[in-house]
Every structure is written in structure tokens, then in C-alpha cells.
């Protein structure tokens, strides 16, 4: 069944347009990646899809009954009130609560009539127990017994512990209050999700509960990541936004890329080829309208009329500009680069790491990992010496010069253009050497007047990207340098980071970059930092072996029920699953046999007295079309109960 689709979609702010012709559809449980270059369209897609946007043309179909939710990019979260005595308040699990509104209202609207039945006598005792039950049974029935406990699984799942649950909205981070955002959405389940860059903030652990939690997702899914080891272990299928357009491919990120490739050479020769035969055909009728005799003009008519009559191949379209550049270096340092010992840092009531102590030597590639607050950036901060450790000391061997990426980009000043960013950090290059440099940034025209408060986190990612190549080093720290790089930057990062021939030292959560570049991982823990000498694969195969043994103790321990025990629950259980469908198959066969005799009454009053009564009759004909659908929904579970 489809969930969604989308015919004809075009979207222009003033003359530009930004979609154009945008058709595809998807059935319920579809995975789908949204691809394509910063800019290219995906998040105004989204906006367009969940109606926040209206289309200059085409439409957006949704199935019937259907729910959709949406995280935007570095959602702001949007605190919703709750009403009299409900649950709802603006704490983080309050917050999470509002999820489930009408859950809320029951559970407040069960609470006043416990109250009222304590003083309720006669005729109102009745009433109002009745409509307890009603309501109880209905709120149980909905999921209200469970819906708490669910909201405080999705908030530890996502990196709120307990103590967080109590803490009021405001005292929240950015980030903090987007990960809310997402736990609220993943708690709620709609029918129809989409997620507008949902790794944003997480760490690596966080990363993979995400990662599983959607790979399962039953409903049907519409995902936006750069990540593209999320993309293939989430996805089934791929919308590819290219130039306005976009073309859906049946298959994850990494096979979708093989057969854009393939796609796009075989057009490309189907092109040639048909090039060269046009070619061939003009010439042949310029050589007969040279000739000029009658016969000759008739073949050259008739060849003219062929050509008109060929399906033209359309030459692939040129892909969109991507950044291209190499790191400047300032010369060899010598073999030991860094020396930490003994290092030690925290704040008030939060200590970081104590005793952290190791060594990077010359064309190391050393990637700081570790879970959201275990100190990767402080100890990126302490490396530069913009803090101070509490303890240790950190030393640089000879010859080190230090290139640095900030993954909030905090050294740009808001009030420069673009070209005087670069030209102020660069003073002594001229306007040429800087504009050159701007251009392989994907920085041209009335793009480098564009003061820097106004740019987009990937256009002042790619800016800081700019400013660093400039600058000569031996030795390069970065600070989650992927973020907000659409994935064509992300792989010219990848590649101009591989030639170069210094030393890394880098923070990151995208796996796929450091599987590609990492030879040493340093892990940062509350239990001890871990520095594993090799790749990013070999590290995950040596983490997996250290925690098994662990997992194994865990089963190990826990307390294992009699044989006997067990027998007895399965029997009772299973007893209490008889008992329940007997009660069933009475209950169908009485609701059958009284709609069977609705059924009867209706057909007897609908060709008798309401025959000629055109309202009346009207009237029954609906109720008829419902007291048949509801017996054959009847029906059908009689049958299934007759079969177990």
C-alpha cells in the first residue's frame, strides 16, 4: 500500500527554482535516503512533504489516517503545555509525555474520577463506575499503562540518564534539546517519520541504538544523514536530488552510488554513440545536397526526416560542483610530535580523566573517540592551550606547526564578508590568490560578499576549510571536522587528508571517515582512557572481544528459574490463553447472530416502508454498508479462532 508519493513537486523562491518535477512514491515500511549536495533541496522537500511548505506545482499524497512527524535539523524543540492536571510540564520527561496527548487527558480526566467516586452514592455511583471502566479499558487498551516507562526507555536509550529526566527544559543544551526532540518523535512512532540530519549529537554508542532502533523500523521512514555508514545499515531505498530533480533508486547508499555510475557512463556513451551517428548522417546529406541531382535531394529529405524522427539521448548532466583542495605543509617535525603525561582535568562536579597519559609520533593518525561529555573536545582545547589541565604536562616535539579545524568554526568573525575573512587572516596574498582559493570552496560571485552571520553551517564549515589550507603545518587537529560537509566534501576531506603527509590528531563520530583515515584510536571513558594501536575495523573486532566475556558473566548471573517453575508459568499462562479465546468465540458468535438480525430488519424496512423515502432510505444504506463490513470483519476472526 502506498504511504506517500509525490507527483510533479516544483518549489521557487522568487525566479530561482529550487525543485522541479519531483515524483516518487512509497509503500508502507519503505526505508528511504534522501541525498544530494548542501543546498541541493532535501530539507525544503521535507517541508514540502509534511505541508509546512506549499508546491508551485505538482502535489503531495497522503494515505488516509496516516500520521507524519518530522525532526528538523537542530530542531529547537517546541515545548507543549499540558491542561488542568495532566502529566505534561516542562521538564524533560514531562516533555516527553506530550507525545502522547490523548493518553495524558485520560490518564488525568481517570484521576479526577477516582476522587469523585469516593463521595458518589446511588444512581451517580452507577453512572460514574460505569464510565471508570469505559474509560479505564479504553486507556489500557491504548497503550496508557505502558506509555511512561516506554518515554523513559527512549530517554536513556538517547543519553538522558534518570538524573536528567527531573530537569527543567531551559537548562538544556542545543544539542541536548535536539536529542529530546528525537526521543520524543521515536517514542510517538508515527506512521509516516522523517529525520532531517538525526546523528547530529549523538555519540558513537547513542549512533548504534539509533541505527538498529530504525533498521526495524516498521513504518515507513524518510531520512536525511551525511553519515554514510548510517545510511547503508538503515535504508532500502534512495532519492537522489540532483540539480533540481530527483531520481529514486531501489537499493542502500554505497549500491546506489554503483548504479549512479554505471547509469551515468552508460548515457553517456548511448550519447556518443548517437553523436557520432548524427554526425555521420549530416555529412552523408550535406555530400547529396552537394551533388544536387533530383534522387539526391530525395535521400537527403528522407535521411532529414529520419533524424527528426530520432529519440534524442540527452547528455548527462554536469554533477554539482564539489570542493577540491590540499593541505599546505611547512616542512618535516621531528619523530615524537607530542608528549602527554599524566594529564588530569574536570569541572565542578564532573572530573573528566585523570592520569591520562600518551605519545604521537611523526604520520600517526590518532582519532579521539568517546561518548557525548567524556572530554574529547576539553582535551582538544587542552592540546592548543586555550584551558589549562588541572595536572600533567603537554609537550611538543621539534619542528611541530599545528594547523586546527573548530567544529563550531568560533574563529570567524560574524560581521566579515567572506572575502575579508580570508583576506584579513591572509593580508600579504592578493585579491586573486584569494578569490582562487574561495572558488575551490564553491565560493564564486556574490557568494564571497555574503557577510559570515548569514552563511549556512556547511558554507561556514567549507569557509574554516578555506582559512586552514592557507596556513602551513606539519601537524593537523580536528575537531568533528565532517559536520554539516555534505558527503561529496566529506570525500575531498577524505582525500586531501590521505595525501597528506603529516600527522593527524582528530575527533569524530563519523565512522566511515575513520575507517578510512584512523591507524590509532585513543578512548576516552569514566573508566580509563583505552589507546588501541590500529584501524578503526581492527578496534571495533578487539572491542567486540573485550565485551563478550562481560556479556557472557552478565547472562551468567542472572538468576535462572526451576524447571519446574517454569513448566507451571508456561502451563498457566497457557491455560489463561484458552480461557481468554473461549471467552472470545462467545462474545463473536453473540455480536454476529445481533448484527445478523440488524442486517435482516435493515434489508426488510429498506424494501418496505422506506421504499419511496428517499432520506430514510439513504439513511439505511449506510448503516447497512457498516453492520456488513463490521460481519465480515467477524467472520473472518471466527474463522481464525476456529482454527487454533
Given amino acids: 500500500m502506498i504511504a506517500i508519493s509525490t507527483s510533479g513537486l516544483a518549489y521557487r523562491i522568487g525566479a530561482r527554482e529550487i525543485l522541479h518535477n519531483v515524483s516518487f512514491s512509497l509503500e508502507e515500511g519503505d ?38 512527524g518530522m525532526l528538523e535539523q537542530d530542531d529547537a524543540f517546541h515545548i507543549l ?27 488525568a480526566r481517570l484521576a479526577r474520577m477516582e476522587q469523585e467516586l469516593k463521595t458518589a452514592t446511588g444512581e451517580a455511583l452507577t453512572r460514574l463506575s460505569a464510565e471508570f471502566a469505559a474509560l479505564n479499558a479504553r486507556f489500557a487498551a491504548d497503550g496508557g499503562l505502558h506509555y511512561k516507562s516506554r518515554c523513559r526507555s527512549f530517554l536513556i536509550r538517547l543519553g538522558f540518564p534518570e538524573e536528567f529526566h527531573s530537569l527543567p527544559i531551559d537548562r538544556l543544551s542545543g544539542g541536548q534539546r535536539t536529542r529530546l526532540a ?25 549512533m548504534l541504538w539509533l541505527e538498529t532502533h530504525l533498521a526495524s523500523y516498521k513504518k515507513t521512514l524518510l531520512l536525511v544523514s551525511h553519515d554514510r555508514y548510517f545510511l547503508d545499515r538503515v535504508t532500502t531505498k534512495t532519492l537522489d536530488i540532483e540539480n533540481r530533480t530527483a531520481k529514486l533508486y531501489r537499493a542502500p547508499y554505497t549500491e546506489y552510488v554503483r548504479q549512479k555510475k554505471e547509469d551515468r557512463a552508460a548515457q553517456q556513451k548511448q550519447y556518443e554513440l548517437q553523436q557520432k551517428e548524427i554526425a555521420r548522417q549530416e555529412a552523408y546529406i550535406a555530400q547529396q545536397r552537394q551533388w544536387n541531382r533530383e534522387r539526391n535531394i530525395i535521400a537527403a529529405e528522407s535521411r532529414e526526416k529520419a533524424l527528426a524522427r530520432m529519440e534524442k539521448v540527452e547528455r548527462p548532466a554536469d554533477l554539482p560542483a564539489s570542493i577540491r583542495f590540499a593541505f599546505t605543509e611547512s616542512g618535516e617535525s621531528g619523530n615524537d610530535v607530542l608528549s602527554v603525561r599524566r594529564l588530569a582535568k574536570s569541572y565542578p562536579n564532573k572530573p573528566l580523566f585523570t592520569d591520562l597519559s600518551f605519545e604521537v609520533k611523526k604520520r600517526d593518525r590518532l582519532f579521539i573517540l568517546g561518548p557525548n561529555g567524556s572530554g574529547k573536545s576539553t582535551l582538544v582545547k587542552l592540546l592548543l592551550g586555550k584551558i589549562a589541565p588541572d595536572a600533567g604536562r603537554i609537550e611538543f616535539g621539534y619542528n611541530v606547526t599545528v594547523g586546527y579545524y573548530d567544529q563550531e568554526n568560533q574563529n570567524l568573525t560574524p560581521e566579515n564578508t567572506v572575502l575579508e575573512e580570508l583576506w584579513s587572516t591572509y593580508p600579504t596574498l592578493t585579491q586573486t590568490e584569494i578569490r582562487s582559493t574561495l572558488a575551490l570552496f564553491l565560493f564564486r560571485g556574490e557568494d564571497i560578499e555574503k557577510t559570515v552571520s548569514v552563511l549556512s553551517g556547511g558554507e561556514r564549515a567549507r569557509l574554516t576549510l578555506a582559512k586552514l589550507i592557507l596556513s602551513k603545518m606539519n601537524v593537523l587537529i580536528l575537531d568533528e571536522p565532517t559536520n554539516h560537509l555534505d558527503i561529496q566534501s566529506r570525500e575531498a576531506l577524505e582525500e586531501a587528508l590521505s595525501a597528506f603527509d603529516g600527522t593527524i590528531i582528530a575527533v569524530s563520530h563519523d565512522r566511515y571517515f575513520i575507517s578510512k583515515l584512523a591507524t590509532r584510536i585513543l ?15 581492527a578496534y571495533c573486532e578487539d572491542r567486540a572481544r573485550r565485551s563478550a566475556p562481560a556479556a557472557a558473566e552478565a547472562e551468567a548471573a542472572e538468576p ?6 517454569e513448566q507451571y508459568l508456561q502451563r498457566k499462562q497457557e491455560a489463561a490463553r484458552l480461557r481468554q479465546r473461549e471467552r472470545r468465540k462467545e462474545a463473536v458468535a453473540e455480536e454476529i447472530a445481533k448484527l445478523e438480525k440488524r442486517l435482516a430488519d435493515l434489508l426488510d424496512e429498506l424494501f418496505g416502508p422506506a421504499a ?10 449506510d448503516e447497512r454498508v457498516t453492520v456488513e463490513d463490521h460481519l465480515m470483519q467477524l467472520y473472518e476472526e471466527e474463522e481464525e479462532l476456529g482454527k487454533e
Fill in 182 to 206: 528525537l526521543a520524543r518523535l521515536l517514542s510517538w512512532e508515527p506512521d509516516i517519520l522523517l529525520l532531517d540530519e538525526p546523528t547530529n549529537h549523538l555519540d558513537t554508542d547513542t
Fill in 560 to 565: 535462572k528459574s526451576s524447571d519446574g517453575k
Fill in 523 to 537: 578512548t576516552l571513558a569514566p573508566e580509563g582512557a583505552v589507546d588501541f594501536m590500529g584501524g578503526y575495523e
Fill in 612 to 621: 419511496s423515502d428517499y432520506v430514510r432510505a439513504a439513511a439505511l444504506e
Fill in 81 to 107: 503545555k499540558g491542561e488542568g492536571d495532566s502529566p505534561l510540564d516542562e521538564t524533560v520527561l514531562g516533555q516527553m509525555y506530550a507525545a502522547f496527548p490523548d493518553l495524558c487527558r485520560m490518564e
Fill in 31 to 68: 526505508r528511504l535516503a534522501v541525498v544530494g549536495v548542501n543546498g541541493s533541496g532535501k530539507s525544503t522537500l521535507f517541508r514540502l512533504l509534511t505541508g509546512e511548505y506549499a508546491p508551485d506545482e505538482g502535489a503531495v499524497y497522503i494515505a488516509k489516517d496516516k500520521t507524519v
